[in-house]
């Protein structure tokens, strides 16, 4: 170790002893080959500073998936089929075992930027998508810590320890550069259903209450639901999942895990029904904050033809008339699950969004007709200007031609 708290500030320097003994170069001989023994140390970074590049990842991922290595008989058929449980076997640990280290060691590694809860029985593919749109609402390349990549897979249980406060877990989340946590939900909103995702989504809510500046992302193949980036019926169908989750089911393959996560979802949430209502409170911001991109996009739209604001502004406000609209539907946690707000609700989104569409068509072809005018234009100006300069070139040539007719003339009559 390399600090007091088992390598959390400055991370672990590990010994790896090795020996291979070589076969003898005289086969008439009768003595042995050589044995050579080496000694290596190797650096463990703490998991503060376990975050990688999601660019460098798909990178490696395809990479892997183009070359013939044997480990790759571990993975499925089909490509839709692939999960993190066949990557991490037939990927992960064998590239890092020659060091025996993480996944991440072996990448361009620094300080953790957005950490990702997901389940590992989730597609890859659909996971790499869901981080690829997450990562579409940031700008640069920033670090992610995700665990299959960021532990170190050849020594998980040691890793871990036997207190959840001081795992790697908490050690990333709870890091200064951590600035949101990017909760896979996929399809079927399969984290909620998984214990260790659980702890996650409480470690969220324990910093947020404790006054640290982390988000807390909503992220699916379709999109970012809480950036408002996430067609309205993509985003309301996982509302209408999630509604229907109940976190206290979720499962767990170690009961030892579950019972220690279980008693510190009670001692710090004060249960699993409140912590089903701190979730629902997320989706719920996140719906407000589509809305209010929707309504924004439909007055961006209106103005650029000449109409103004069809929507006021002050709508998209969690206070605005819109909440307070007694025809529309009250986004509390308590109304949040009945259909007849969630029908309303898609009802009214839906409405907007067609007509945002039919508007979006008529400033494109507005659009359209105003490139043409423009191209027009600049067609008639090329040609103007080609006359110009044909024109100009005429009148050189006559005055060459003239010039050249009186030399000529000059010239034969001093001759004769």
Same mark, same amino acid.
């Given at each position: ?6 390598? @959390? ?16 170069? $005289? !086969? ?7 044995? @050579? ?17 999601? $660019? ?7 990479? #892997? ?19 993190? #449980? ?17 996944? %991440? ?11 990702? =809860? ?16 997450? %990562?579409? +609402? ?16 050849? &020594? ?9 406060? +001081?795992?790697?877990?908490?050690? /990333? ?25 659980? #702890? ?5 809510? &324990? ?35 999630? *509604? ?5 089911? /979720? ?7 579950? !019972? ?35 309504? *924004? ?5 209106? +103005? ?38 969630? *029908? ?22 507005? +659009? ?17 200007? =080609?006359?110009? @300069? ?14 050249? @007719? &009186?030399? &000529? %003339?000059?010239? $034969?009559?001093?001759?004769?």
């Amino acid at each position: 170790m390399l600090d007091e708290n088992d390598g @959390a500030d400055k991370g672990q320097l590990r010994i790896m002893f090795s020996i291979k003994d070589y076969p003898s170069l $005289h !086969r008439n001989l009768s003595h042995e080959g050589r044995r @050579a023994s080496m000694l290596t140390l190797v650096w463990a970074q703490p998991a503060r500073l376990s975050g990688v590049r999601l $660019h460098e990842l798909r990178e490696r991922w395809q990479l #892997y998936q183009k070359h013939p290595l044997a480990s790759r008989k571990c993975l499925p058929k089909f490509p839709e089929e692939i999960n993190m #449980y066949h990557a991490v076997t037939s990927w992960i640990k064998p590239e890092a075992a020659p060091t025996q280290s993480s996944f %991440a060691a072996l990448c361009d590694f620094g300080p953790v930027d957005t950490f990702v =809860s997901h389940f590992w029985g989730s597609p890859l593919n659909q996971t790499l998508e869901s981080l690829q749109r997450h %990562a579409d +609402t940031h700008e640069g390349h920033h670090r992610i810590w995700i665990c299959s990549v960021a532990n170190n897979q050849w &020594r998980v249980a040691e890793e871990l320890g036997d207190d959840i406060d +001081t795992s790697p877990f908490r050690q /990333a989340l709870a890091c200064d550069t951590c600035r949101c946590m990017a909760l896979m939900l996929d399809t079927d909103g399969a984290p909620l259903k998984r214990y260790w995702c659980l #702890y996650e989504i409480m470690t969220v809510m &324990r910093l947020q209450k404790e006054g640290r500046n982390i988000m807390f992302d909503l992220c699916s193949p379709d999109g970012v639901i809480n950036k408002g980036k996430m067609k309205t019926e993509a985003s309301l169908r996982l509302g209408r999942m999630l *509604a229907d989750i109940d976190v206290e089911h /979720a499962e767990c393959w170690k009961e030892d895990d579950k !019972r220690m996560i279980s008693a510190a979802i009670n001692l710090h949430l004060g249960g699993f029904q409140r912590m089903n209502e701190q979730i629902r409170e997320f989706v719920v911001d996140g719906l407000r904050i589509m809305h209010g991109t929707i309504t *924004a996009e439909f007055n961006r739209t209106t +103005t650029m033809l000449g109409f103004g604001n069809r929507i006021d502004s002050g709508t998209t406000d969690m206070s605005g008339a819109w909440l307070q609209d007694p025809d529309s539907p009250t986004l509390s946690c308590a109304s949040y699950g009945r259909e007849d707000t969630i *029908a309303q609700l898609k009802a009214k989104l839906q409405e907007r969004e067609l007509e945002i569409e039919v508007l979006k068509k008529d400033n494109k072809r507005i +659009t359209l007709e105003n490139t043409k005018l423009s191209q027009d234009n600049t067609k008639l100006h090329s040609d103007l200007r =080609s006359a110009k @300069a044909y024109a100009k070139f005429v009148g050189i040539h006559r005055k060459v031609s003239d010039i050249t @007719a &009186r030399d &000529r %003339a000059a010239h $034969h009559n001093s001759s004769n």
